[in-house]
């Protein structure tokens, strides 16, 4: 509570004060030897890297090269997670419908796609759609098999935005299913409809409980965009992967690129913090 | 009373939870407009369920609602039903044993909620009657608070400005006080009082005999389903007819 307490001219006697003092130097020095444990781990591992004889040089040359393949894994971990949002909303709505169509469209999305390998999917966007498209066009369907012939991009995209959609339909119902049916009832005794009391009152609520989950998926999706390689994209683990055999110097630029990763999951993580901090105001759990 | 107009009445409500639970059989109610009806019975005589059925938070499973004059058959799932159910919730306000506030909102955000979404009011617009209720609620001061910051007795007050902001003209109360401390019931009733006394009409589940008592035009003892016996409190609580309520009368007056 921010009130202060009126202690009623009461004074705390000299001996708590001590028991205060240690409780407040106790998460001192849990706080500094963390930083410490911490520095020493990052100084072990340059003691490694020293030991293996990383050739630093040759990362340094090709950094700039590495890095432009960022801009791939950006725009497709952005686009895909952006229809993975959508489509996930739809989803948990449609899982939640009464209307029976809707229900099952859902229901079977979910489980076929959580039910196959991404891997398996990229591919099915990629290679196998062109040749339904060519099915389609035979039986009389003008221009199908071109509309459905995806370039590598597109293809990527729309495999990892569907396939983390089935992911997050079932965290965005839980999400929704988790708010107090009296939220629910108090929005309809005052009159709101269904899609009303959805909008303002469920789905505020459930959105600050599925960050946190909701985070984890699009730190996921950065680096499963890195499958995308598989159809000849140049995004960072292909250009990686390609310089390192070709000079025989994988460990070096899988080591930037695995750091490259990590350092784009920091800045979300970061994000992520900032929102549920912004989303928390009025929970009395964190003040 | 008699030359008042009927606000809510019941006609031979059932209603049946899964195929066999009968925990409404055949009531009717007739509540006259500015009229407070407190209705007592043990746990499990339906009371909730007959409050919860006048706003269709319950779906009667056969009956007649009216609600000032408008009527809504059970049973009968139309898209006219339903805009009759959208229109009774405009003119019931309710409150619930456990608040509900909106916890994302604050005290305010709560109050104009159901103007601005419910009738498409402008929040500048809705902003002065919703801090005038907070006022006769006396909450001004918890005006940009959220609920998780305000006790039980400002959390029920703050849900009943909620439900006034909407002008309704019936107010159901569902036990609003039994989730609160005891020494913050009060407060809340101390509002249903004012309430009470400024003409609204009142359908109150509660065990606070108090008003009942003091406040209440009629009381209404439930018991399996249906009511056993009504009238005047003076009445009912100093010489009941019937013997289930003269023991249930016993057992909470003790």
Not at chain 2, 119 to 146: F, M, N
Request: proline fraction near 4%; hydrophobic fraction near 45%.
């Amino acid at each position: 509570m921010s009130e202060t307490q009126e202690t009623g001219g009461c004074t705390i006697p000299p001996e708590a004060h001590a028991v205060l003092e240690e409780i407040e130097n106790r998460q001192k020095r849990f706080k500094r030897n963390t930083t410490i444990a911490l520095l020493s781990l990052t100084a072990f591992i340059f003691f490694l890297f020293y030991v293996i004889k990383l050739d630093f040089m040759f990362m340094g040359k090709w950094v700039g090269f590495i890095l432009t393949g960022m801009g791939f894994t950006l725009l497709v971990s952005f686009l895909a997670i952006s229809l993975a949002c959508i489509l996930s909303i739809l989803g948990a709505l449609g899982r939640l419908s009464k209307n029976p169509i809707a229900n099952s469209i859902a229901t079977a999305y979910v489980s076929l796609i959580r039910g196959t390998p991404l891997l398996v999917q990229v591919y099915m966007w990629y290679l196998a759609l062109p040749q339904l498209g060519k099915a389609l066009e035979d039986i009389g369907i003008p221009g199908i098999q071109n509309a459905l012939t995806l370039p590598a991009i597109p293809a990527g995209i729309l495999a990892l935005g569907v396939c983390y959609g089935a992911y997050m339909t079932e965290t965005v119902r839980a999400g929704i299913q988790s708010i107090t049916i009296g939220q629910r009832e108090a929005a309809k005794a005052l009159g709101m409809t269904e899609s009303q009391a959805m909008r303002r009152i469920i789905f505020p609520q459930a959105l600050r409980i599925i960050i946190p989950p909701i985070s984890n998926e699009f730190i996921a999706m950065i680096k499963d965009s890195s499958l995308v390689s598989l159809m000849g994209v140049w995004e960072l683990s292909y250009r990686a992967i390609k310089i390192g055999r070709r000079y025989f110097q994988s460990l070096e630029m899988l080591i930037m690129v695995a750091f490259i990763y990590w350092l784009m999951c920091v800045v979300l993580q970061y994000v992520q913090e900032k929102i549920e901090a912004h989303m928390a105001r009025g929970d009395r759990r964190v003040h | 009373m008699n030359d008042k107009k009927t606000m809510v009445k019941i006609e031979n409500l059932h209603k049946v939870f899964g195929k066999d639970s009968h925990v409404l059989r055949g009531i009717d109610l007739d509540v006259k407009a500015g009229e407070v009806v407190v209705i007592l019975g043990p746990s499990g005589s339906g009371k909730s369920t007959l409050l919860r059925c006048i706003n269709f938070l319950e779906t009667p499973t056969a009956g007649t609602i009216t609600v000032d004059g408008l009527t809504v058959n059970a049973g009968k799932a139309t898209k006219e039903e339903e805009t009759k159910i959208l229109q009774i919730r405009k003119k019931t306000g309710m409150c619930f044993q456990s608040f509900n506030l909106f916890p994302h909102m604050t005290a305010i955000e709560n109050v104009i909620e159901g103007p601005v979404t419910v009738l498409g009011q402008a929040k500048s617009e809705c902003i002065p009657y919703a801090e005038e209720l907070l006022d006769w609620v006396g909450l001004s001061d918890k005006r940009d608070v959220h609920p998780s910051r305000l006790s039980g007795g400002q959390q029920q007050r703050v849900a009943i400005a909620r439900s006034l902001a909407m002008k309704p003209d019936v107010m159901l109360f569902d036990e609003p006080t039994s989730a609160l401390d005891p020494e913050l019931v009060g407060e809340v009733v101390e509002v249903m009082e004012r309430l009470a006394d400024e003409g609204m009409t009142i359908l109150a589940v509660t065990h606070e005999m108090h008003f009942a008592r003091d406040v209440a035009h009629r009381v209404l003892i439930m018991d399996g389903g249906d009511w056993i016996e009504q009238g005047p409190p003076e009445e009912i609580f100093t010489n009941p007819r019937e013997q289930r309520s003269k023991q249930f009368l016993a057992h909470i007056l003790n």
